[in-house]
């Protein structure tokens, strides 16, 4: 970490932490870390004229794993066609090369988020199975702090304590499951559904059963819940719902939601929610079919602003040929069947199972449009900022190198209309969407919630990420954006977000005038969970890699110290 002091000068400071709206001010940094104040030797950057925020905090992004790995292994068309480039530090530096699109290489993956002022991504669903590939893909991943979330939602063991009611046994193998993965939360991705799977089946109502199992996807969502706030980590279950990207899915996301009813967060990290609803926009439809599909994110706006104790990222649909992966793997089968192209599908023993689709979202396909509309319109329902996030749910609804454009839709009318009018059924997007009749621009300050201070809370990682408070990370971007003069340009806008003018992290400048020029130190952070050993959940472990129904014996699954080696382990103490 950094031992030097710097100072960001006279910028205009946008930090929702403390409730400074453009003030301008100055940004002292010393070991790493935000200060008071820092001596007159202090290397000085000149902020004048342009925002300075935190570090962005990404809370849900596909970046790192056996999927990602295996859509870059299917899609060599994806590699050359952002071009392959090497920064201009490259020789002298050790800068490696990058590649990719929908799907860069870590190397790309770490320098693009780091252009655009990220310090922190969570990787969304690691398969415990797996976990030591993630590690070795996030380990090589430079600048950026990453973090894994473990799926749990179609684990058999969690089913089996589920089904027999018993959430301290389920609590007691999360915890083993996140020190042996070094995993950060609980992840569900289509409750039960993904298990059906395994039989052909699915489970696109909560209320369905899951094969062999004796229980529903509301048993599972309802059990991780109590489990989740049993030991008090920092993070709420992180859901994808069920019956994901098909029309009239809406009731089914209310009925989901409607669980966390009531349910109140017990942890020390400062989380208020017990539940994240991810990529919403897949999941915010009408219609009983596709000739007559259309956006319902009035509706689960409605119900969300009333729920305080729930958040949720967009899901954004940016109108890009991407790629698409999940967990869900029979949503990536019914993908396959809808537009024909390439498909693989992994099943990963006792835990999970993922699918990788190429998919193009085109603008003049009807669909496709409404998809874009209703994440947008999402953010613009929200009335608080600081539950709801820019996501696009990378790479599914598009790659996470769009979020300024997401920002610049946001932020303007102008610029959505001027998207609306290129499309072919421009008419019909209107009739089918709140889109056209928003007059609502998001601020600075609303953008510096959606990616830093509230992302950060939802995490439990709001006293180290997401502010310029003294006493956390020297995380500092500067953007070339003059606050009390914003451009009505907004191609500016998504410029200036698309490449920080100086981005620092931990202390570091790591990249000036939107290139990157060090590497930094990057941490890979886990949580630690400390409770009384639980003699039944150890013997049940034990005995079924004893016994062989896992392939590896139980030596080999943990993820070994080599492969984050430089942590951030958060430690949660739980008591008999």
């Known amino acids: 970490m950094s031992s030097g002091e710097l100072i960001v000068k006279g910028g205009f400071v946008i930090d929702p932490t403390r409730k400074i709206n453009g003030d301008v001010g100055d940004i002292a940094i010393k070991d790493g870390k935000i200060v008071e104040k820092v001596s007159s030797s202090a290397k000085v950057i000149d902020a004048k004229g342009k925002v300075v925020m935190a570090g962005g905090v990404d809370v849900h992004s596909h970046v790192a794993g056996p999927k990602v790995n295996a859509g870059r292994l299917m899609r060599p068309e ?17 800068f490696r090369m990058e590649s990719g699109f929908s799907i860069p290489s870590v190397f ?3 320098y693009e988020y780091a252009r655009m002022g990220y310090s922190f991504v969570m990787e969304a669903a690691m398969p415990p199975l797996l976990a030591p590939h993630t590690h ?11 973090a894994a979330l473990p799926v749990f939602a179609n684990n058999w063991f969690v089913m089996e304590y589920l089904r027999q009611g018993e959430v301290e046994n389920t609590a ?15 992840k569900l991705v289509n409750p039960g559904g993904t298990a059906a799977w395994a039989w052909g089946l699915n489970c696109l109502s909560i209320n369905d059963p899951v094969p062999y199992f004796e229980l529903t996807p509301a048993d599972i969502i309802k059990g991780l819940i109590q489990a989740n706030e049993y030991l008090g980590l920092p993070h709420s279950i992180h859901i994808h719902q069920n019956n994901l990207g098909n029309p009239g899915n809406y009731p089914e996301t209310l009925a989901s939601l409607k669980l966390a009813e009531g349910v109140k967060a017990k942890n020390k990290f400062g989380r208020e929610t017990v539940m994240h609803s991810t990529h919403l926009q897949f999941h915010s439809y009408g219609g009983e079919g596709w000739k007559d599909f259309c956006s319902k994110s009035r509706e689960i706006m409605d119900y969300i602003n009333k729920q305080k104790n729930i958040t949720f990222d967009l899901g954004c649909v940016t109108l890009d040929e991407t790629t698409t992966m999940t ?3 029979p949503f990536e089968h019914h993908l396959h069947g809808l537009n024909h192209l390439k498909w693989t599908n992994v099943d990963v023993e006792l835990e999970t199972a993922a699918g990788v689709v190429p998919y193009i979202y085109d603008k003049d396909v009807l669909p496709n449009a409404i998809q874009w509309a209703t994440g947008l319109e999402l953010a613009l329902f929200a009335k608080d900022m600081d539950r709801a996030f820019i996501t696009t749910d990378h790479p599914n609804a598009g790659p996470f190198t769009r979020y300024p ?10 610029a959505r209309e001027a998207t609306l009018a290129t499309m072919k059924n421009t008419d019909r997007v209107i009739n089918a969407t709140y889109i056209h009749g928003i007059d609502r621009e998001l601020s600075l300050y609303d953008i510096a919630q959606m990616t830093r201070s509230g992302p950060a809370k939802c995490l439990g990682l709001a ?3 997401g502010g310029l408070a003294p006493g956390m990370n020297g995380d500092v971007s500067v953007f070339d954006l003059n606050y009390k003069d914003m451009p009505k340009d907004a191609e500016k806008i998504e410029a200036a977000f698309q490449r920080a003018a100086c981005f620092i992290k931990d202390g570091e400048i790591v990249v000036k005038d939107g290139e990157v020029v060090s ?3 990057k941490k890979t952070v886990w949580v630690k969970v400390k409770m009384p050993e639980n003699p039944q959940v150890t013997r049940d472990v034990s005995q079924a890699f004893h016994r062989g129904t896992y392939t590896v014996d139980i030596s080999n699954y943990p993820v070994r110290e080599y492969l984050a080696p430089h942590q951030s382990i958060i430690d949660v103490n739980v008591e008999a």
């Open 405 to 414: 454009r997401v920002i610049k839709w946001l932020m303007s009318k102008k």
């Open 108 to 110: 790309r993956t770490g």
């Open 463 to 465: 006293r180290t990420y």
């Open 519 to 521: 590497h930094g130190h």
């Open 78 to 94: 994806d590699k050359l066609r952002a071009g392959v480039c090497r920064s201009g530090m490259a020789q002298k530096n050790g």
């Open 172 to 186: 007691a193998y999360i915890a083993w499951l996140l020190k042996v993965t070094k995993g950060y939360g609980v």
């Open 136 to 146: 070795e893909e996030i380990h090589d991943t430079p600048i950026i702090d990453e």
């Open 327 to 329: 967990a869900d793997g």
